[in-house]
């Protein structure tokens, strides 16, 4: 008899995953989303579309420049409302002042925000005015340009952690955020990677992959999605 270990990590990626980006179509404008909820992303359109560029060792990925996106729309597996983790591979090939990867976020006007920022540069925005109406990852100037990184942040009802890991660096945690508050999305804009309400603020070079879900995932399992794709870019 075979006995097969309960994998508690692999367990909760495979059921909890909203959005799994990974890329491998190669063409056209769909993205596929390989989570169970099949939220799949599509281009804009005309000269608001990325490009399919393939790297030396064969992986597909997409090649941002200021002003192009991917929307995935507003489905309910994407609007959490208790926890919530957000991942992307990038890899920027200019700097500027701020860019944007992976957005969940509603038109608010005016709002207070909290950043955290590590050393890379690399920040997540998630707490605004007792709510967390707008969720992203970002790039705020300075950040390692012509590098593969992986960026994380999980929310887990109370604080906000982010990891980063720059090339085949280690893998940098930082200390818990305190932030209470309750996971609000109002449906005023889609869930989207790459592009900001402004042009300043996108993104310019490689997106890799992204994920987002409705849970908090521990530091193995980030661990975890980082072995399980790296690989794809040659780290």
């Known amino acids: 008899m075979t006995v097969k270990l309960y994998d508690k990590a692999n367990y909760n990626n495979k059921i909890t995953l909203a959005l799994d980006i990974e890329l491998t179509e190669a063409t056209g404008t769909t993205v596929k989303d390989i989570s169970r909820f099949h939220n799949h992303g599509t281009f804009p359109g005309g000269a608001n579309n990325p490009t399919w560029v393939q790297l030396a060792n064969g992986t597909w990925v997409l090649s941002f420049n200021n002003n192009h996106w991917v929307n995935f729309g507003e489905p ?15 890899y920027p090939t200019q700097t500027v002042a701020t860019s944007r990867l992976l957005n969940r976020f509603n038109a608010v006007a005016s709002y207070t925000a909290y950043g ?8 997540v925005q998630m707490y605004t005015g007792g709510v967390l109406r707008e969720t992203e990852l970002f790039i705020h100037g300075g950040v390692t340009i012509n590098t593969w ?20 660096g280690p893998l940098q945690v930082s200390a818990p955020f305190i932030a209470s508050g309750v996971l609000s999305y109002l449906g005023v804009e889609n869930v989207r990677f790459g592009r900001f309400s402004s042009a300043t603020q996108n993104f310019t070079g490689y997106l890799g992959g992204c994920g987002l879900l409705g849970i908090a995932w521990t530091e193995r399992e980030i661990r975890d999605k980082i072995l399980a794709t790296q690989g794809r870019f040659g780290l």
């Open 76 to 90: 309910a597996s994407l609007e959490p409302t208790t926890a919530l983790t957000i991942w992307q591979w990038f």
């Open 116 to 123: 955290m920022y590590h050393t890379t540069n690399v920040g």
């Open 149 to 168: 990184v992986f960026a994380a942040a999980t929310y887990d009802g109370s604080k906000i952690i982010t990891y980063v890991k720059v090339g085949s």
